[in-house]
């Protein structure tokens, strides 16, 4: 891709819808490279690669603000192997978090679902009735 893309044609290049990149913008992680003529924002291969790079990292369990410090430290530079490594440890431990609730919902949802087995399909569903009891 040689040529300068709108910002339309960039988010379809991209897979993204366009309010993505425009909230991309907003919070800069991704600049438009020119304005045309008509002041629309031009974006090039760099722009593209970056929403891939974002893409990619958001895919694998990184936040926005964790794809903001892979990009580039507070300098400009590339972040060293140690702040990658630190973001990596963070996001494994939400993962094994999330991991650990999941296996509770599957526990309940099992436990619900058995005891809907035992019922008759006409009667009042027991586990319905708990829920709305639940405060």
Do not use: W
């Not at 936040?63 to 192997?81: F, I, N, Q, R, Y």
């Amino acid at each position: 891709m040689s040529k300068r893309l709108t910002i339309s044609e960039l988010a379809k290049a991209a897979g993204i819808p366009t309010t993505t990149l425009r909230y991309y913008e907003r919070i800069r992680l991704v600049e438009p490279e020119d304005r045309s003529c008509s002041n629309y924002r031009l974006y090039g291969d760099q722009s593209l690669k970056k929403l891939k790079f974002i893409r990619a990292a958001q895919a694998i369990g990184f936040t926005l603000e964790d794809v903001k410090s892979l990009l580039a430290d507070g300098e400009g530079k590339a972040p060293t192997c140690g702040n990658v490594q630190d973001l990596i440890e963070a996001r494994l431990t939400d993962v094994e978090e999330r991991l650990k609730d999941l296996r509770h919902v599957r526990k309940v949802l099992k436990s619900a679902l058995e005891q809907c087995h035992r019922q008759k399909n006409s009667d009042c569903c027991q586990v319905v009735a708990d829920l709305r009891n639940k405060k």
